[in-house]
């Protein structure tokens, strides 16, 4: 294992996270915010990669969609996210959340550039036989300082207990109940959610961007039931 893959495992907080607290509230909400997981050597270091790999992937890219500023599968295209997926300092907690050994699907790029007008609509990541507990979660870095007024993450609490439509995109979801929470992080801050949990955001009209590193976990065995 070369340095240069082990270093933001060495530079990030993780270990000094109380496991049981974290879980207790995720388990609560569907969704746990972690203030600064990540230190400055560790954020820009992953800053710096991740705008790399999004400045080569966004060349010449044309496409016009709502979503194309974001890129998935960073980790078949660059070594070190396919490091960081797999074994990341993230991954003992993401285990201890879904109860279990899990799988790395994806890392992917998420980015709101000021003068976004759309953000995307309330839905959950997973439908079909396998939505059941503890399916899959998400951790999200914020890159740079995501708030209401930028575009970030909003979570429907308590959202991963429910019954919905098998649907990806949930309607009727009132986006302005007490329940609906905005994720405002700092840069280095992350937030991770279920796969069931109902998550959205708006545009960003506000002048600076929002952008993001993901990594994507299924629990092992829910694929065998796709």
């Not at 060349?59 to 295209?77: C, T």
């Not at 009209?205 to 993001?212: D, F, K, L, Q, T």
Request: charged share 25%; aromatic share 10%.
């Amino acid at each position: 294992m070369t340095a240069h893959l082990v270093s933001m495992i060495q530079m990030s907080s993780i270990n000094k996270l109380n496991f049981a607290s974290v879980k207790k509230n995720y388990d609560r909400d569907g969704f746990v915010i972690l203030r600064n997981l990540l230190d400055l050597r560790a954020l820009s270091e992953l800053r710096d990669r991740a705008l790399s790999a999004a400045d080569e992937l966004l060349d010449g890219n044309n496409d016009e969609s709502a979503y194309k500023n974001i890129i998935k599968s960073l980790d078949k295209r660059d070594p070190w996210f396919n490091h960081q997926l797999a074994q990341g300092s993230h991954v003992s907690l993401m285990k201890y959340l879904l109860n279990g050994e899990i799988e790395g699907v994806s890392a992917a790029w998420f980015d709101r550039p000021d003068g976004s007008p759309h953000g995307i609509s309330p839905h959950v990541d997973v439908i079909g036989s396998y939505r059941e507990p503890d399916a899959g979660a998400t951790i999200w870095f914020a890159l740079d300082q995501a708030q209401i007024e930028n575009g970030c993450l909003y979570y429907l609490r308590g959202s991963h207990k429910n019954k919905y439509p098998i649907n990806t995109f949930i309607s009727g979801i009132d986006t302005q109940s007490k329940d609906a929470v905005a994720a405002e992080l700092k840069p280095g801050d992350a937030v991770i959610h279920s796969a069931l949990t109902i998550h959205w955001s708006c545009g960003n009209e506000s002048g600076h961007p929002r952008r993001a590193i993901s990594y994507f976990y299924w629990k092992t065995g829910i694929q065998d039931k796709m």
